[in-house]
């Protein structure tokens, strides 16, 4: 005899379909961050806000192997002596710790950008803050989706 | 023990001009171990990693980077440069247990 009821069809049917519903709704960038992650993009931002906008993001929507994911960021500065950017922080928001990376720049780099490759445990957002010679704080945020040896993620 | 800091690999573009913005591409060869892993004995393997990056030009610091355990295997930066003037870049790569390895490379302008 069965005592534990079976999940129908029609059941596991529209848990997929309210899945997909919120997999579809647009990412703001101000969206609720994890304890540990907000603590430690505050941490960084100290009583300043950081705006929208000058920072484009390069990570690959899907990432086939969360070991190596490459990320590009850049930055829209002159990075002049008077006007650059002097940090980018780089935070991963579904990693054992939410540290991923600081880039320290100078006005001799000619163009805020830097590429690397970094470790995501699971389908996540990356967070970049990046922080202005005037401490102007500006942040990009993007998703993700992370398939480690077609376990899934 | 820490692990071994491998061999340096950097690269500059074959041809540059003055005033030009150019890539410069880096990779060293490093476990990264990030601290969360365990032996098949349980244990937790300890963190190694390369911690920080630092490039300069004519001893004048050009570029830096701290490093997390979320960073991979084999740390790949690439960062910008603006070559005004030849001279010699130094990288250096320092690992949680304060050993480092550096490599030179000069820019020549076309």
């Not at chain 2, 071994?4 to 074959?14: D, E, F, K, W």
């Not at chain 2, 084999?74 to 390895?101: K, L, M, V």
Request: include cysteine.
């Amino acid at each position: 005899m069965h005592t534990l009821k079976a999940p129908t069809r029609r059941g596991a049917m529209g848990l997929a379909a309210a899945a997909a519903a919120v997999a579809l709704l647009p990412m703001p960038a101000s969206a609720q961050l994890a304890p540990a992650v907000q603590a430690a993009v505050d941490r960084v931002r100290g009583n300043r806000t950081a705006q929208e906008g000058r920072i484009t993001l390069r990570a690959p929507p899907i990432a086939e192997n969360g070991n190596t994911v490459p990320i590009t960021v850049s930055v829209e500065s002159p990075m002049t002596a008077a006007d650059h950017v002097t940090r980018v922080h780089v935070f991963a928001t579904g990693n054992p710790t939410p540290e991923v990376a600081v880039f320290h720049l100078t006005p001799a780099m000619g163009r805020a950008q830097v590429d690397t490759r970094i470790r995501l445990g699971q389908t996540q957002d990356v967070v970049v803050l990046a922080e202005m010679q005037d401490g102007s704080l500006f942040q990009a945020r993007t998703e993700v989706k992370v398939t480690i040896g077609g376990c899934g993620g | 023990m820490a692990a071994p800091i491998g061999q340096p690999r950097v690269r500059l573009p074959a041809q540059v001009r003055a005033g030009e913005v150019i890539e410069i591409r880096t990779l060293i060869s490093h476990v990264m171990e990030t601290g969360q892993r365990r032996d098949q004995a349980g244990n937790v393997i300890p963190r190694d990693i390369i911690k920080r990056f630092e490039a300069k030009f004519e001893g004048q610091l050009v570029f830096a980077m701290d490093l997390a355990p979320a960073i991979s295997a084999n740390p790949y930066i690439a960062f910008q440069f603006r070559a005004e003037r030849p001279g010699r870049f130094e990288f250096t790569w320092t690992n949680d247990a304060g050993e480092s390895r550096s490599a030179t490379q000069e820019l020549r302008l076309a």
